[in-house]
Structures are given as structure tokens and as C-alpha cells.
């Protein structure tokens, strides 16, 4: 996956400076090491077989599986045999701005924003799209990659459709169980407020303030609707923006633990861990220097 649009930095891919979204055909006839990437990515299989390897184990591929991942997953390939990805990702900028709006779509909603963390996913959300599915995502991913011989500045709106429109194909395949009314006002509101200042020392009742809402049936609207009460809601996002920095910046784990509202070193290490499967020093060594893991010291906790 690389070209003027997407880079790779050791085993971080991310965005060079000519675009925010990327369509493409892949493929690999041998391992892909375990690397992650600074946007959503969405890999759908065109052909061939392989094993996806990820913090939730390793899935078997056929033609017609997709794997969606949020900004900061790490994952990679192996036992390759003609495997044919077809991946469009966009940037996580573009997700958090024009594309906020996603959140209170229940398809989208879902696909984007809550599916990939329920039942401890990580990040991570797998489907699979039937023949006729995946010939309309392909469809819409073609006109994305001819988009990017064309003026960004001029095709801007243009290729936000299409990835809307590749992105509903992926999303309708997990329609039939899914919730068919929009976000609860509420939910929507405790959301922005939660990512509008993340490092602020949150309460249910500050969150619950001027709702007109009890801190207990809070968290239960909110969890019905986002698969996970507030306080872990809030979690997820603070893992989100540190793994982010640990990527892009030269700033030390302790100043990015405190950035994102943990103070507490130990705390953030248990945090992190606990969501990347890595210390966040760890995390940082493998995908921007792309060196060994070297030991931790017994009073690292990082």
C-alpha cells in the first residue's frame, strides 16, 4: 500500500500531504508484517486467501470477507496465496469533521463508531459482502481511485461521496440486527461533550448535567445505543488520541498520558495495554522506528 497518496514509515502507513482519502487494489503472495495506520481503513477481499492477524486473533479470509479498523489498530497478513485486498481508507480528521455526522446514522453509526468496539473488538469490526454487494462497493471505490488524477481542491466533495457510498455497502451488510432509530439526543450530546475536552476529569453527573437525565438511566441509554457506558466510552477515546501522538509526535509517554487525562503513569499503562495489547513505549518502538521490541525494564510500566 504505498504511492504518492500513502506512505510507510517502518510499519506506520499513513497519508502523505496530497490527500485525505485512497482507494486501491493489493496484492500479496507473502506476509505482511504486523504494521498499523493513522486512519480508518477498510480491506475487503477481491481473491486469493490469507489469515488476518490482529489483537483478536488470526481469521481465515474468503473472497467477500472486510475487516474495518479504526486509526491506531495494528494488524498484518500471513499465509498469503494470491490474496487480493481491495483497500479504501480516509483520514481520521475527516471521520471526526465532515463525516461527525455518521455517528447519528444507525448503518454508519454502527460500522464507524460503536460497532467496532462492542464485545471487546478492540477497534476492529468484520463482515462479509455477498457478490452483488461487493460489485456496487467496487463500483464506487473504482470512481474514488480515478478521482485522485483529478484536482483535490476541485473533487473534495466528490470523493467524501464515494467513500459515503462504498462505506453504506459495507455498512447495509450489518443491518439486519442492528437498531433502526438514531442516536439518542442525549448520547449525541454526552459524545461531543466527552470529545470536545477529553483530558477534563469527567463525572456521570457532569456528563449528566442539564440533560434532565438521572446519572444511572445515563448510562444505560448510553450504553444501548454505543455498546459501552460513558467512563469506557471515554476510555476508548483517550487510548484513540495517545496511540495518535505516540505516532506523530516526539512527546514523552508520561506528557501523553497526562495529555489525555491520566495522570496516573500506572494507570495509563494498565489503559493501554489493556486496549493495543502493547505498553505504549512498545507500541511507539515497533511502529515508527521499526526495531525489535526491546525489554522493559521490572519498573517500566510503560
Known amino acids: 500500500m504505498t504511492g504518492a497518496t500513502i506512505e510507510n514509515k517502518a510499519t506506520l502507513v499513513y497519508f502523505g500531504d496530497d490527500s485525505?482519502?485512497?482507494?486501491?487494489?493489493?496484492?500479496?503472495d507473502e506476509e505482511m508484517r504486523v504494521h498499523t495506520h493513522s486512519?480508518?481503513?477498510?480491506?475487503?477481499?477481491?481473491g486469493g486467501t490469507g489469515v488476518h492477524h490482529s489483537l483478536n486473533g488470526r481469521q481465515t479470509l474468503k473472497v467477500g470477507d472486510a475487516v474495518l479498523l479504526r486509526p491506531g489498530v495494528w494488524h498484518g497478513y500471513e499465509e498469503c496465496d494470491e490474496l487480493e485486498l481491495y483497500n479504501f481508507c480516509f483520514s481520521a480528521e475527516l471521520l471526526r469533521r465532515e463525516l461527525a455526522w455518521t455517528r447519528d446514522?444507525?448503518?454508519?453509526?454502527?460500522?464507524?463508531?460503536?460497532?467496532?468496539?462492542?464485545?471487546?473488538?478492540?477497534?476492529?469490526?468484520?463482515?462479509?459482502?455477498?457478490?452483488?454487494?461487493?460489485?456496487?462497493?467496487?463500483?464506487?471505490?473504482?470512481?474514488?481511485a480515478d478521482l485522485r488524477s483529478r484536482p483535490q481542491?476541485?473533487?473534495?466533495?466528490?470523493?467524501?461521496?464515494?467513500?459515503?457510498?462504498?462505506?453504506?455497502?459495507?455498512?447495509?451488510t450489518l443491518g439486519a440486527d442492528?437498531?433502526?432509530e438514531p442516536l439518542h439526543p442525549a448520547a449525541v450530546e454526552v459524545i461531543r461533550r466527552i470529545e470536545s475536552d477529553p483530558a477534563r476529569n469527567w463525572t456521570l453527573a457532569?456528563?449528566?448535567?442539564?440533560?434532565?437525565?438521572?446519572?444511572?438511566?445515563?448510562?444505560?441509554?448510553?450504553?444501548s445505543v454505543t455498546g459501552l457506558p460513558p467512563v469506557a466510552f471515554l476510555s476508548r477515546h483517550r487510548v484513540e488520541l495517545a496511540a495518535e501522538k505516540l505516532l506523530h509526535t516526539d512527546q514523552t509517554v508520561r506528557a501523553i498520558a497526562e495529555s489525555v487525562g491520566w495522570p496516573d503513569q500506572n494507570?495509563?499503562?494498565?489503559?493501554?495495554?489493556?486496549?493495543?495489547?502493547?505498553?505504549?513505549?512498545?507500541?511507539?518502538?515497533?511502529?515508527?522506528?521499526?526495531?525489535?521490541?526491546?525489554?522493559?525494564?521490572?519498573?517500566?510500566?510503560?
Not at 156 to 171: E, F, H, K, P
Open 20 to 28: 485525505f482519502a485512497y482507494a486501491g487494489r493489493h496484492v500479496h
Open 39 to 46: 486512519f480508518v481503513e477498510v480491506a475487503i477481499v477481491a
Open 105 to 144: 446514522d444507525p448503518l454508519l453509526g454502527h460500522l464507524l463508531w460503536t460497532g467496532p468496539y462492542v464485545e471487546r473488538r478492540r477497534g476492529i469490526l468484520a463482515t462479509h459482502l455477498s457478490g452483488p454487494e461487493r460489485d456496487d462497493c467496487f463500483e464506487h471505490l473504482d470512481a474514488l
Open 153 to 172: 481542491h476541485l473533487h473534495r466533495a466528490d470523493m467524501i461521496a464515494q467513500v459515503v457510498l462504498a462505506l453504506g455497502c459495507v455498512a447495509r
Open 178 to 180: 442492528l437498531r433502526s
Open 206 to 223: 457532569e456528563l449528566s448535567e442539564g440533560l434532565h437525565l438521572a446519572p444511572g438511566y445515563l448510562v444505560r441509554l448510553f450504553k
Open 267 to 302: 494507570y495509563f499503562a494498565r489503559r493501554f495495554r489493556a486496549h493495543y495489547g502493547l505498553t505504549a513505549t512498545e507500541y511507539r518502538t515497533r511502529f515508527t522506528r521499526g526495531k525489535e521490541l526491546a525489554p522493559r525494564a521490572a519498573d517500566d510500566p510503560f
